[in-house]
Structure formats: C-alpha cells, structure tokens
C-alpha cells in the first residue's frame, strides 16, 4: 500500500508541476518545523517508504532503481541537509539526541 501511495503521488506532483510551475505552494514551513522543500522529491519519497510505509532498504531499492547502499547514503544525506551544520536545534523539530 506504502508503494502504491508512494507512486500515486509521484504522479500526481508530475501533474501538478509540470514544466515552468513552482513546485512550492505554502509560504513556507513554521519556525518549528523542519522545510522539507530543500530535498529532493526522491529523497522526501525514500523518507516517506522508510519511515511512514515501513519499507526496508532493499524494498525501497526496488522501488527507487538505486542500490541499497545508495538508500542508506541518500537518507544520511536527506537527514544531515534538515539539520543546521552547527547541530543546533530549534523549537519542537529539535532531533533529540
């Protein structure tokens, strides 16, 4: 269902922001909220497969045509862009360590 989701909604961002559209309709995220918008459509979707659809990495390989491998270093690559580079943490978004 995770996948069928995932792929539904592929489709429907491909539609919706075709070519010369912006791709960002809200002003942007709270002061508490991490903004997504800075990764990838593929990254927010490899997020999305792992944490919300339950996927493992070599499903999520599958799905995204990448190794896994290349799964586990586009998520450390997502997650370390949504932090500040001096490991601060701001409001309810902070990653507790």
């Known amino acids: 269902m995770a ?7 592929q489709d429907l961002a491909a539609i ?3 070519p010369g559209t912006s791709s960002s309709r809200s002003p942007g995220p709270s002061p508490d909220c991490m903004d997504l ?3 990838t459509s593929q990254e927010r979707g ?3 497969l792992l944490v919300f659809g339950g996927l493992r990495y ?6 995204l045509g990448i ?3 290349d799964v586990a ?3 450390r690559t997502a997650l370390c862009r949504l932090v500040p ?10 990653i507790s360590r």
């Open 37 to 39: 918008r800075q990764l």
């Open 85 to 94: 580079a001096d490991g601060s943490r701001t409001g309810s978004a902070a």
């Open 46 to 48: 490899l997020i999305a």
């Open 58 to 63: 070599r499903e999520v390989s599958r799905e």
């Open 16 to 18: 919706a922001h075709g």
């Open 73 to 75: 270093e586009l998520l």
């Open 3 to 9: 996948v069928a989701a995932y792929r539904r909604c």
């Open 67 to 69: 190794r896994p491998a």
